[in-house]
């Protein structure tokens, strides 16, 4: 007690001294007097007081203290120079420990200007006072860069030559020199003052003091090279470094620290060193000079000896920097980068870029950078400066819509009534009045197992011969004959669609469950089995679900025909044999017809020559049928005119029966991968740079070699241009643009064949455009191997290694980067290991869904309802550009009977519109949309209740030639039709003038819908998620209305967002934002909800990678998941109409159990309003940036600033009297 007392005592002891002898200070100060010696006396007790206790320092420079105030005012008035000295000292004792906060104090009291002016005055003594001079530029270096004026105010007063002289006269005085440099450092910060004191010879200067190794002056030597650093930011500078020479000087300073700095202390120093390079390479002549000296191959080498120790990291990133900004630009090995597909469109559009791109004169080159110079130090510090100014102003974006009047949903036909009138036949249930139906059963009809699909898939096998490696399959027509000699010798077509002979009969011989197949020996590539004749795919049990395999000699092979009895076929697995109908035949070639090498251990089933082989298939693939899918096919019209079909969308995809984790990142991969980049500049005889496909160029013949890879992409959703050879096992592979486009290259979906095990292969694709992707976050590309699926394992898996996403050498033309110079394309690259030799795989993006597949799986749907219990129409909407059906789907329950209040509650169902797919790269929209689909043709008492409830209507491919024929973002008008529902044009954009025209016809009729969805998929966010529209959500993150404070809206936007955060794992209600912003005005959702009136406009976006949430987090998203949620949506529908409109509908009460369970009651998910940015992610633990230029933007987290907002607690806990309709100022 006693020394806690006495400490106690002595704190108090020491304030009132501090407050005494500031008093004493300031009344010498007030009375102006002259008394040196108590001035001297007073100043140093305040030195000793403010060296000894923080507590003292805290005091003087608290809120409400004078303390600052009478220190600076004793400074500026005093001509003692001990005063000056002690209060100097004081000052910079002040500002030593937690100088951030009370250097900025020491600002705001007008202390800069004080201490600029004593500069200037001392300078004026001759010789000048070096203990002034030194405590004056260690001060002014604290306190400099908290004065954001501070290099104006310093220029004013010619504190810049002052310092500059200081260090000229002084070169050998270290005291002198160290703050004096650190001074010059913050001067050139300021770009006018980095200049003036280059012309002034500092940078000559500088380069007098920085030198090869030395233990002696590193600190001197660490500061003089920052402030090299700063200089050299300025153009001016670094061009007057380039023209003396110093690039090649500061090479050589860099080798000689890096061989004798061996224990690694002096790593600031060698950093300090490449920040300087960094800097002066940001210019053209800077980098042409430093590829002179042969600076890459210098520092390549030198961070490659840096790999081994990790704290060397930080020289190995600035290194990597350094190379990839210095690396030439190169131009894409391509003619043109418009499409290598050309469609003329009907009616060529007045402006923008499909006007610019058909008025391009041919003899433009559009590939090449006229820039060639990729100067960004300017853009760069713009960009800082623009960060800084977001982290202050958190919700300052200026894409945010501010007008309330734009905001307000007025509704608006657009078109008279009178064309609206044609619309009417897309609602026929709205006058049936069922009087020639059945309604009396209600019992569903399950879905069939048991429909005959033609028979089983029958694979042949290769004979004996070597030379045998191409084959075709045909069925047998009508009165033919075994197959000739001539038939062996045709090219093969993987199940290619040609022109078929007009003496062909175009009829499949049928004959009960039998169906005969002709099998050629000679139709399958004899590497991938090389040990069979044939292999037959059937269902020999509907309960085994196998595939029952039985093989065959060469010699049965080659004379007989096979009959294969199947009673009870699989459904999912049809002949392999070609279909012939309408003059066109389907030819099956190496990627069908193959079967597994029975070498390989891995394979689980055992195989051998003469005995059958059981294939197990997993559950069956509900609404795939290879044979109808084929059918399909044939009346889809692609631009390229395909030929053929990819095994994927032939056989089917069902979800793996494991879970993948989302890839975890190495530490260092990115930057192993660029220096592999770098490595074929620096020995560019090991690059091989053969080209081994070209759509450019098909008739181009690639050497048949056994160790290169083969690739292609023609067919339907395929996408791949051209592939490189780089190295052995190292490809470079480059997108095709989307029709009538130059850009948009991010889907990608191609075949790979000829590889072989155990050998790592990697894959570039060299031409993307998105500045970031999920593919730096733990997303690995998709693959589907023919072996697998031929073993029983049809479904594309995540594979790869060693992704990563960043801006590669190859530059982007002006024409291509909408007018901006200097831009670069973006690599995604991955390793794969093969687990076949001699395999056929696919690589995709994500997840495909050919338009091909979604009319099979609609004509599947309407085949297998009940008609008397489910209301099921298909209608077309309308023909795109290139005669493809945009089809339309109804959904709803019949009437309970034939009475008229039967037939009314029918008519007056809400309705509800879908729509999907417009973006074609997302396909993850069309799994979700199957999910819907399948959900409300179910047999669940939960779907019944909701097709009851509801009429759906559903377009569930908005854009199906740009789905067709491989595109990322556009139809084959070259546009976005996402970015045309304000103005749609009925000749470019059909699809969306027609379903924008339904709704208006919706609206027309009164019969508004109660949601409208549009579903998506996002490639740079975790989870799935909505965004809606609010007028006061919106005007609230803007914080320039005050009047949005007042405003009253109904809440019933965030109903549905909410029940889905409670009942569907995937989905996540913190991501959800229901902001309106000014570049997303033509979108649906904004117009739907705008014009048409819907306040629940909505578009769904589901993740491309995976989910850091709730069941599935930590999971890469895959088919069964989509599905589920978009199966989750439709469960979220009935909750809603409960919840809006408890007292119109009795809904039977077994229905809210069924819902009560689906809801998960331990989900509690907050709901803060957060408007979303592109991008969620953190940043990765290397540092190198995904960016050669460094120049990203920051990620901002506004979540955490959305606290302000909350919703009602009626809303949160989604009572049933939720809602009550208010009205808008």
Not at 4 to 33: F, H
Not at 40 to 67: F, N, P, W
Not at 697 to 716: M, W
């Amino acid at each position: 007690m006693n020394r806690v007392k006495m400490a106690s005592e002595k704190s108090l002891t020491n304030n009132s001294r501090i407050v005494s002898l500031l008093a004493q200070l300031e009344k010498i100060n007030a009375e102006c007097l002259v008394e040196t010696d108590t001035a001297r006396y007073v100043t140093s007790k305040i030195l000793h007081l403010a060296q000894s206790q923080e507590k003292i320092r805290k005091e003087m420079t608290a809120k409400g203290s004078t303390g600052i105030e009478t220190i600076i005012s004793t400074l500026e008035s005093t001509r003692d120079l001990q005063t000056t000295l002690n209060i100097l000292n004081i000052l910079i004792e002040l500002v030593a420990v937690s100088g951030s906060r009370r250097a900025s104090v020491l600002v705001s009291k007008g202390g800069t200007h004080i201490l600029l002016q004593l500069l200037v005055n001392a300078s004026k003594d001759s010789p000048p006072n070096e203990e002034l001079m030194v405590l004056l530029h260690s001060l002014l270096a604290k306190i400099g860069p908290k004065d954001k004026k501070f290099g104006v105010r310093a220029r004013i007063n010619g504190a810049l030559n002052i310092t500059l002289n200081v260090v000229k006269q002084n070169l050998q005085n270290q005291r002198l020199m160290l703050p004096c440099l650190q001074l010059l450092r913050v001067y050139a910060s300021n770009s006018v003052n980095a200049v003036s004191l280059g012309k002034n010879g500092v940078v000559e200067l500088v380069f007098k003091i920085i030198g090869p190794f030395s233990k002696k002056n590193t600190g001197l030597m660490k500061v003089a090279l920052d402030t090299l650093a700063a200089l050299l930011k300025s153009k001016t500078n670094a061009r007057r470094a380039v023209d003396r020479g110093y690039v090649q000087m500061l090479l050589s300073i860099y080798v000689d620290w890096h061989r004798h700095d061996s224990r690694h202390r002096h790593m600031l120093i060698r950093k300090g060193i490449l920040q300087c390079i960094k800097s002066v390479t940001s210019i053209k002549l800077g980098r042409k000079a430093f590829l002179d000296v042969n600076g890459m191959k210098i520092l390549y080498n030198t961070s490659q000896e840096c790999l081994a120790v990790r704290t060397l990291d930080p020289l190995v990133n600035t290194s990597s920097l350094i190379m990839r900004k210095c690396y030439p630009k190169n131009r894409l090995p391509l003619p043109t980068i418009k499409s290598a597909f050309h469609f003329q469109l009907p009616v060529i559009p007045v402006n923008g870029p499909v006007a610019q791109l058909y008025n391009l004169p041919p003899e433009v080159d559009d590939v090449v950078d006229e820039s060639d110079d990729n100067d960004d130090t300017e853009t760069e510090s713009e960009i800082e400066n623009d960060n800084e100014e977001d982290i202050d102003q958190l919700f300052k974006n200026d894409d945010i819509e501010t007008d309330i009047n734009k905001l307000k949903p007025k509704q608006e036909l657009g078109r008279p009534i009178e064309d609206l009138k044609m619309y009417e036949q897309f609602f026929p249930e709205l006058i049936e009045d069922f009087q020639e139906c059945d309604l009396v059963s209600k019992e569903p009809k399950p879905f069939s197992t048991n429909i005959t699909l033609g028979g089983p898939i029958v694979v042949p096998t290769a004979g004996e011969e070597p030379s045998l490696a191409t084959h075709t399959i045909e069925i047998p027509m009508k009165g033919s004959h075994p197959l000739q000699a001539e038939d062996c010798k045709k090219r093969p077509i993987f199940l290619g669609l040609v022109q078929s002979d007009s003496n062909l009969d175009n009829s499949l011989q049928l004959q009960g469950d039998h169906m005969k197949l002709l099998s050629s020996c000679q139709c399958l590539n004899h590497e991938i089995v090389k040990d069979f004749d044939r292999i037959t795919l059937k269902n020999a049990s509907r309960n085994e679900q196998s595939y029952n395999t039985r093989a065959m000699t060469k010699k049965e092979c080659k004379t007989s025909l096979s009959e294969v009895t199947c009673n009870k076929p699989f459904q999912h697995v049809s002949s392999c044999g070609s279909v012939l109908c309408e003059g066109r035949s389907v030819q099956l070639g190496k990627l069908c017809c193959t079967g597994a090498d029975p070498e390989e251990e891995e394979i689980s089933c055992s195989i051998s020559l003469g005995e059958p082989v059981i294939l197990e298939v997993p559950e069956a693939l509900h609404l795939h049928d290879p044979e109808l899918y084929i059918e399909v096919v044939k009346n889809t019209k692609s631009v390229p005119e395909y030929s053929e079909v990819a095994y994927p969308d032939y056989f089917g995809h069902i979800p793996p029966p494991f879970k993948e984790p989302i890839l975890e990142r190495p530490y260092g991969v990115q930057r192993t991968k660029i220096a592999q980049d770098i490595e074929r500049l620096i020995h560019p005889n090991d690059i091989i740079d053969r080209v081994v496909y070209d759509l450019d160029n098909l008739s181009y013949i690639v050497p048949d070699e056994g160790d290169v890879l083969k690739f292609n992409s023609r067919f339907e959703s395929g996408n791949l241009r051209k592939a490189i050879q780089i190295r052995k096992n190292e490809y470079d592979l480059i997108l095709n643009s989307d029709i009538n486009s130059n850009h948009y290259h991010q889907w990608f979906y191609f075949e790979v064949s000829g590889m072989r095990t155990g050998i790592v292969y990697r894959f570039n694709i060299i031409n993307c455009e998105k500045s970031n992707s999920q593919f730096n976050y733990g997303m690995q590309p998709l693959m589907y191997s023919v072996q697998d699926a031929l073993n029983g394992r049809p479904w594309w898996i995540r594979v790869g290694t060693d992704i990563c996403y960043y801006k590669n050498h190859f530059s982007r033309s002006s024409i291509a980067a909408g007018g901006q110079k200097g831009k670069s394309y973006y690599t995604i690259t991955f390793t794969v290991c093969f687990p076949h030799k001699e395999d056929v795989c696919y690589f995709a993006y994500h997840y495909p869904y050919t338009y091909s597949a979604l009319m099979m799986h609609l004509q599947k749907l309407e085949s297998t309802h009940n008609p008397q219990q489910i209301y099921f129409r298909q209608d077309v909407l309308c023909e795109t550009l290139s005669g493809n059906g945009c089809p339309i789907v109804t959904i709803t329950a019949m009437p309970e009977s034939k009475y008229y209040e039967h037939i009314c509650q029918f008519r007056n169902r809400p309705y509800i519109f879908l729509s999907a797919r417009v973006h074609p790269g997302e396909t993850n929209a069309s799994w979700v949309m199957k999910g819907t689909l399948e959900y409300l043709m179910s047999n669940n008492p939960a779907a019944q209740s909701l097709r009851e409830s509801y009429i759906f209507k559903i377009v569930p491919m908005l854009n199906p030639d740009g789905v067709i024929n491989g595109n990322h973002r556009c139809s084959l008008s070259g546009e976005d039709l996402n970015r045309q529902w304000q103005n749609p044009n009925l000749d470019l954009h059909p699809t969306i003038y027609h379903a924008k025209g339904l709704l208006q016809y919706l609206a027309a009729i009164k019969r508004l819908p109660l949601v409208f969805c549009d579903y998506h998929g996002h490639s740079r966010k975790k989870n799935v998620f909505m965004y809606g529209c609010s007028i006061k959500e919106t005007m609230w993150h803007t914080n320039v209305s005050a009047a949005s404070c007042d405003l009253v809206e109904d809440l019933g936007y965030r109903t549905l967002p909410k029940i889905l955060s409670h009942t569907a794992p995937a989905f996540c209600m913190n991501s959800c934002s229901f902001v309106v912003e000014k570049s997303k005005e033509s979108t649906a959702r904004v117009v739907v909800w705008r014009e048409i009136g819907v306040q629940r406009s909505y578009t769904m976006e589901s993740t491309l990678c995976g989910c850091d949430q709730g069941k599935y987090k930590g999971l890469q998203i895959g088919t069964r998941e989509l599905e589920e949620m978009g199966a989750k949506f439709c469960s979220g529908l009935l909750r809603l109409k409960r919840l809006t409109s408890p007292l119109e509908y009795n809904l039977p009460s077994t229905v809210f159990d069924i819902e009560s369970d689906l809801i998960e009651s331990s989900c509690k998910v907050t709901s803060p309003t957060t408007y979303v940015l592109e991008e969620d992610e953190p940043r990765f633990l290397e540092e190198v940036d995904y960016s050669a230029e460094s120049n990203d933007e920051p990620d901002i987290d506004l979540a955490n600033n959305a606290g302000d907002y909350e919703p009602s607690l009626q809303e949160d806990g989604l009572s049933d009297s939720e809602i009550t309709r208010t009205h808008l100022p």
